[in-house]
């Protein structure tokens, strides 16, 4: 039954993890950076074109802003089922853990002699 409870929540955890996190908060950062600048950009040009008339220039900011308002709440909800998978992970780790404490402490205890040794030879 403890097997069976360990590979279930390794499972969950494989599902909700990237393999390469370093490379996914790195991605994170330059796309919320990449999109903070869109946006304003994209915001600081319909200002500066809301003095123009023509009907063909308000049809097309119109068009602009509606497809700027899809765009946010798409990053909007990618971004909250992106923070939805990684709560389910911390839960499935989390009840790991509450499940099998001393499994844990000994695993973090085996560890920490690893890196020890490991730092002690150079």
């Known amino acids: 039954m403890q097997t069976n409870t360990y ?15 370093d490379k996914v908060l790195k991605a994170k ?3 919320a950076s990449d999109f903070n600048a869109l946006v304003s950009s994209a915001e600081d040009l319909l200002k500066s074109t809301a003095s ?4 063909s220039l ?8 509606d497809t700027l ?4 709440t798409r990053v909007s909800n990618a971004q ?12 499935a780790t989390h009840g790991y853990v509450k ?7 000994g695993t973090a205890a085996l560890v920490g ?5 490991l730092m002690h030879r150079r």
């Open 7 to 21: 590979n279930d929540t390794l499972d969950k955890a494989e599902r909700f993890l990237p393999s390469k996190p």
């Open 99 to 105: 499940e099998n404490p001393w499994k844990v402490a």
């Open 80 to 91: 909250d089922t992106a923070v939805g998978k990684v709560s389910e992970a911390a839960a």
């Open 113 to 117: 002699v690893v890196v020890g040794l």
């Open 29 to 31: 950062n330059q796309l």
């Open 69 to 72: 308002d899809q765009f946010k």
């Open 52 to 55: 123009y008339s023509g009907e």
């Open 58 to 65: 308000a049809a097309a900011r119109g068009k602009f802003q």
